[in-house]
């Protein structure tokens, strides 16, 4: 399994992104998928995830009504809408896919892509 994040870039406070996930994997509409972020000195923390059948969404508290996930299982991608961009949400995003059973924790995802950099500027 591979994954390919993009979309990263320097943004504005207030304004927005989208990052996409591709993901190299047969059945995609079976994994569970997820984003995750680390900012320079900090640990990676959860973001957003979606399960194999988009009937479940996670949020962290800290993105609750700004961002949001979605996938396209006919084009095998997750993407991470960002909107009100706060400089707190500078830090490099990771996508992850998993066919276990949880959606919030690093160590729910087997599959990790590398990142890709969000600078949100005040």
């Known amino acids: 399994v591979q994954l390919q994040a993009s979309g990263g870039g320097l943004v504005q406070a207030g304004g927005s992104l989208r990052l996409s996930c591709i993901a190299s994997?047969?059945?995609?509409?079976?994994?569970?998928m997820g984003w995750f972020r680390q900012a320079p000195g900090k640990e990676r923390e959860f973001v957003a995830a979606?399960?194999?059948?988009?009937?479940?969404?996670l949020y962290a508290d800290s993105v609750k009504g700004r961002f949001t996930i979605s996938r396209d299982d006919a084009k095998n991608t997750v993407y991470l809408h960002m909107s009100d961009l706060k400089p707190e949400d500078t830090a490099a995003y990771y996508c992850?896919?998993?066919?276990?059973?949880?959606?919030?924790?690093?160590?729910?995802?087997?599959?990790w892509g590398r990142g890709t950099l969000v600078t949100v500027s005040s």
């Open positions: 979606m399960s194999w059948s988009a009937s479940s969404t």
């Open positions: 994997v047969t059945r995609f509409p079976t994994y569970n």
């Open positions: 992850a896919a998993s066919r276990k059973m949880g959606l919030a924790s690093s160590g729910d995802y087997d599959y």
